[in-house]
């Protein structure tokens, strides 16, 4: 294929990818092994400048984004049959929301047959870390963006806190109501340890019949870990070569130009 030309081998664009989310869940997994020791297990990729595990997050949202993932914005109401005494009511739907999974599309879809609007309010990563005892894999604009792009969602609140909502907030945002999830690894499950009688608005349960959770998927990923490793060392390894050939070009290429300009 490729000495037919019907395969072009490019530079990784940026961004977040697969392969890097399973490999931040691998060494997840490997750190819960070790009790915190640094874990020596070679994942195929090197830690660079700006890697979740360094301290800092290399991807940022911005408002030209989180436009982009919400619009143009789909009425579900139709789609979902939401009672049409029930369209105008909007519900605040507050959660971890890490590594967006067919459970958390379940609870959206269940929450939209019952809400005209969601606006979904997403945990910053310290609050995420305190409610459910782990540090979630993606970053707090990560999964902002990444919710944002549900069909279901009409807004999303960035890097809120795990007390519940404001009267301001409730007002702002014209909450109807605070959507918790039933199952107990919810994303929502961190709310229920506020009172009810202490929030602006009525505090609702929803079930989406669906037992699929984050804890699923890395429980999954780390069954598959000798799959993953083997075939993103075989990546890197494929992307180091790559990187390596096309250097000389590029800089022949670079001096040849410098040349013709003079």
Known sequence: MKAARRIFVTRRSKGVSTSDLIRRVLRRVADSAHQGDSPSTDFGWEVVEGDLYAGSDRF????????????????????????????????????????????????????????????????????????????????VNERALTIACCRYVTDV????????????AADEYAISAIVVGSHPLASSAAFRATPATEQPVPVETVDSACDFTVETVLERVAAASDVYLRRNRRKAETERSFVAAQSPAVDSGAGAERVGNE
């Open 60 to 139: 940022t949202a911005s408002a030209g984004k989180l436009a982009a993932a919400l619009s143009p914005q789909q009425d579900h109401c139709e789609a979902l049959a939401t009672p049409a005494h029930r369209r105008h009511l909007t519900a605040y739907v507050p959660g971890v929301w890490d590594l967006l999974h067919p459970g958390h599309v379940a609870f959206l879809e269940a929450v939209g047959r019952r809400f005209g609007r969601i606006v979904v309010g997403v945990l910053s990563d310290g609050a995420a870390t305190a409610a459910t005892h782990r540090r979630p894999v993606q970053t």
């Open 157 to 168: 609140v960035f890097d809120v806190g795990s007390h519940g909502l404001t009267p301001d």
